[in-house]
């Protein structure tokens, strides 16, 4: 579709350092040669795919300590992300293209009489920020489908390797603000070979910033 390969051709976005929160075992294996495994639940919020978050070692930590995580020692990885051909949900152009690709998917469920999933909060955590995005997840991988059947007829139309976006998430920074406590840019890796190399984060870095120990 030809407005999917523009958008591709024009989103070829440089390395970035990302941050993976995750076990201490996991984080041993990352950081010894394993590869990230792709989370493919129905309600990530960009689609299928392993999730970073650009340049914040906290907010991955947050994410690792949080009690439906039950790590039983939580720790974050850095990586560089070659960023490449990239659906990026913080330009305009990002934006529209998942708008068409969410018309389509509601078209095609109106026509085999499927309801549209819900982005929800779960039962436990009622915070507004609806955690649970099964509608996101369901038109970030139609669209990336749509993408697949496009390449068969067209040559030039290229693979999204990543995706990025902003999330207003947690509560007001202070009464009436614009600002969200988790606010967040977040990176789901479609394509394994584009990352690049993996980390631990420097002790300097971690008593810096008011960490504990990590590994």
Same mark, same amino acid.
């Given at each position: 579709?030809?407005?999917?390969?523009? +958008?591709? &051709?024009?989103?070829?976005?440089?390395?970035?350092?990302?941050?993976?929160?995750?076990?201490?075992?996991?984080?041993?294996?990352?950081?010894?040669?394993?590869?990230?495994?792709? /989370?493919?639940?129905?309600?990530?919020?960009? @689609? *299928?795919?392993?999730? #970073?978050?650009? *340049?914040?070692?906290?907010? $991955?930590?947050?994410?690792? +300590?949080?009690?439906?995580?039950? #790590? /039983?020692?939580? *720790?974050?990885?850095? !990586? $560089?992300?070659?960023?490449?051909?990239?659906?990026?949900?913080?330009?305009?152009?990002?934006?529209?293209?998942?708008?068409?690709?969410?018309?389509?998917?509601? *078209?095609?469920? =109106?026509? %085999?009489? %499927?309801?549209?999933?819900?982005?929800?909060?779960?039962?436990?955590?009622? %915070?507004?920020?609806?955690?649970?995005?099964?509608?996101?997840? !369901?038109?970030?991988?139609?669209?990336?489908?749509?993408?697949? +059947? !496009?390449? &068969?007829?067209?040559?030039? /139309? =290229?693979?999204? /390797? %990543?995706?990025?976006?902003?999330?207003? &998430? @947690?509560? &007001?920074?202070?009464?009436?603000?614009?600002?969200?406590?988790?606010?967040?840019?977040? +990176?789901?890796?479609?394509?394994? =070979?584009?990352?690049?190399?993996?980390?631990?984060?420097?002790?300097?870095?971690?008593?810096?910033?008011?960490?504990?120990?990590?590994?």
């Amino acid at each position: 579709m030809k407005w999917q390969r523009n +958008i591709a &051709e024009r989103r070829q976005l440089p390395t970035v350092l990302a941050y993976h929160g995750c076990n201490l075992g996991t984080a041993q294996d990352l950081v010894g040669g394993s590869l990230f495994m792709p /989370s493919t639940e129905d309600y990530d919020w960009l @689609g *299928s795919g392993s999730y #970073f978050w650009e *340049s914040d070692v906290v907010r $991955a930590y947050q994410w690792a +300590i949080e009690p439906r995580r039950k #790590f /039983s020692h939580p *720790s974050v990885v850095g !990586a $560089a992300i070659e960023l490449g051909n990239c659906l990026d949900l913080t330009t305009q152009s990002g934006i529209a293209a998942v708008k068409v690709a969410y018309e389509g998917f509601k *078209s095609l469920n =109106q026509k %085999t009489g %499927t309801p549209l999933p819900r982005n929800i909060d779960p039962a436990k955590d009622p %915070t507004g920020d609806k955690i649970l995005r099964r509608l996101d997840c !369901a038109v970030m991988n139609y669209l990336f489908e749509i993408q697949k +059947i !496009a390449q &068969e007829s067209d040559s030039n /139309s =290229q693979p999204f /390797s %990543t995706v990025r976006a902003l999330f207003p &998430e @947690g509560d &007001e920074l202070y009464p009436d603000a614009g600002f969200w406590e988790k606010t967040h840019v977040q +990176i789901c890796v479609r394509e394994p =070979q584009r990352i690049l190399g993996v980390f631990r984060i420097p002790e300097w870095q971690r008593i810096e910033l008011g960490l504990p120990d990590l590994y």
